[in-house]
């Protein structure tokens, strides 16, 4: 039996989510509501718990400081160290990697002509660390193997939506030739909106992400269109994280090109759904703010 991809979740990775649990005080008043309303995904999860998680997620200047960027870079380790990003590593497990995964992702993915950067040995920060506790509370040790895929929104030019749906879609059929009994999710990290620095620091749009969830769950080959622009100005500057989510959703079954990928790189999405069922929405969740983000997540079950 081949591996294959069931769910994805998206979420947003605020640090300071990551702090107000690191410190015991998600039961105080403005944090109490958020982790309320992260109860429902953490109840799906334990009952559709995956033998790894391929994370995608962006590094923000702590794994590649800002002397080199790669715009995708897989990890290919076995485990992986949370990065001290100025207060000292979280106290969070070691993630452990999936070293015969990553293999094979790099072997398919680049042989489907998209340039990943291997990453043999690396520290994950936050964008990593913060889904995982959102999603698996504080064990003693991560419940599942994590394959990262950083990708870089922090340096322009950032990938574009539709390169990150494609990508989530070369992402599927690696997955489906890898020769092990594997339930794999893909969760896309980041947004949603939010901007952290200049005269918008501050800045949150609850219509625009509203609709973007719309949009990703109903009509993602669509979405994908959507130019950087769109982004900065409606979601902020670092609402550009949102970019991120197309790769998973790109992986989900009704994104997978009908012609079995023959012609990834191409432009037109004709076939994009093949005709496979949409996937059904297991949880949605939006709160604002945490810190100085508005906070969305979203769980979708493959049906096929
Ligand atoms: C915040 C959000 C982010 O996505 C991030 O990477 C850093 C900080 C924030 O809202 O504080
Ligand atoms: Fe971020």
Request: proline content about 8%; glycine content about 10%.
């Amino acid at each position: 039996m081949s591996a294959r991809i069931t769910a994805s979740i998206y979420t947003s990775h605020v640090p300071a989510i990551g702090v107000a649990m690191d410190l015991g005080k998600t039961g105080e008043p403005y944090w109490q509501p958020l982790f309320a309303g992260y109860e429902p995904a953490r109840e799906w999860i334990a009952s559709h718990m995956p033998d790894v998680v391929i994370l995608v997620y962006n590094d923000h200047g702590n794994a590649f400081s800002l002397e080199m960027i790669p715009t995708f870079a897989l990890g290919m380790a076995p485990s992986y160290e949370p990065a001290d990003e100025g207060w000292g590593a979280r106290p969070v497990p070691n993630v452990d990697g999936h070293p015969a995964l990553s293999a094979h992702i790099a072997q398919s993915v680049i042989q489907q002509d998209f340039d990943l950067t291997l990453v043999n040995d690396m520290l994950v920060d936050h964008g990593l660390t913060v889904p995982l506790s959102i999603m698996f509370g504080q064990p003693d040790a991560w419940p599942c193997r994590v394959v990262p895929l950083a990708v870089n929104v922090v340096q322009y030019p950032v990938p574009s939506g539709r390169r990150c749906l494609q990508l989530g879609r070369a992402i599927r059929r690696a997955v489906e030739r890898f020769d092990d009994d594997l339930d794999i999710q893909v969760w896309g990290t980041g947004g949603m909106s939010h901007q952290l620095q200049g005269p918008r620091a501050g800045l949150i749009n609850q219509p625009w992400d509203t609709a973007f969830m719309d949009r990703l769950i109903a009509d993602p080959v669509g979405l994908a269109d959507m130019p950087h622009i769109d982004y900065l100005r409606e979601a902020g500057s670092e609402g550009i994280e949102l970019v991120m989510w197309l790769i998973a959703r790109g992986a989900m079954a009704d994104c997978a090109d009908a012609a079995g990928g023959a012609d990834l790189a191409g432009g037109a999405d004709a076939a994009g759904g093949a005709g496979r069922a949409a996937p059904s929405v297991a949880h949605r969740l939006y709160h604002v703010p945490a810190s100085n983000t508005a906070v969305g997540q979203l769980i979708l079950e493959d049906r096929s």
